[in-house]
Nanobody, 119 residues
């Protein structure tokens, strides 16, 4: 059984920063998994923020390049999402996804962590 859990969300003022964490646990070799960060704003569909592959290569959706940074610590089975210069439109539930081929067998999601950007 594999579990994925996000933490680090909360209330932050516009222009502030926040770092989210995603810990994976259970019967898995974490270093072989790719990690993805998604978010879902109120009334909108879930969207991809970016990914970090098992080899450490990162990729971001265009909207998040420059402000958001994804990293991982394989020794701690943890992925991070560093968010800087936050804006009210970044308010959303942020989700973590651990995956690798075949996706039908290895695709795990956390419950999400709420981020609210407001003055």
């Amino acid at each position: 059984q594999v579990r994925v859990g996000e933490s680090g969300g909360g209330l932050v003022k516009p222009g502030g920063s926040l770092r989210l964490s995603c810990v994976a646990s259970g019967s898995m070799d974490y270093s072989t998994f790719n990690m993805g960060w998604y978010r879902q704003a109120p009334g909108k569909q879930r969207e991809l923020v970016g990914t970090i592959l098992s080899n450490g290569v990162t990729g971001y959706a265009d909207s998040f390049k420059g402000r958001f940074t994804i990293s991982r610590d394989n020794a701690k089975n943890t992925a991070f999402l560093q968010m800087n210069n936050l804006k009210p439109e970044d308010t959303a539930v942020y989700y973590c996804n651990a995956f690798k081929p075949p996706i039908s067998q290895y695709d795990y999601w956390g419950q999400g962590t709420q981020v609210i950007v407001s003055s």
